[in-house]
């Protein structure tokens, strides 16, 4: 089992910017062909794709952060990251990343949380 493992998160007032990483442990299988996603889970709520990005660099965005997400990846590096800029409350959640679609050889890590409040 590939084990994911995300940072970045924080606290952050509305309207400001943070970065998130994830990269993994067991398997580079962020350089290789797999396509990666970055998902958020909010409490009380089902956990959803908020955005994902393709070996080759192709990237898809969920309509609610569309213009202020920017998801990206280093193969090289075997580094997934999240820009997150103009941060609203509604953004408040624990971020997670896995393939896309979800893969039989990778564990869920423990998400970075993001937390959006004045």
């Known amino acids: 089992q590939v084990q994911l493992v995300e940072s970045g998160g924080g606290l952050v007032q509305p309207g400001g910017s943070l970065r998130l990483s994830c990269t993994t442990s067991?398997?580079?299988?962020?350089?290789?062909?797999?396509?990666m996603g970055w998902y958020r889970q909010a409490p009380g709520k089902q956990r959803e794709l908020v955005a994902a990005?393709?070996?080759?660099?192709?990237?898809n965005y969920a309509d609610s952060v569309k213009g202020r997400f920017t998801i990206s990846r280093d193969n090289a590096k075997n580094t997934m990251y999240l820009q997150m800029n103009s941060l609203k409350p509604e953004d408040t959640a624990g971020y997670y990343c896995?393939?896309?679609?979800?893969?039989?050889?990778?564990?869920w890590g423990q998400g970075t949380q993001v937390t959006v409040s004045s």
């Open positions: 896995n393939t896309h679609p979800l893969s039989r050889i990778t564990t």
């Open positions: 067991g398997s580079r299988i962020i350089s290789t062909g797999y396509t």
């Open positions: 990005v393709t070996s080759g660099g192709s990237t």
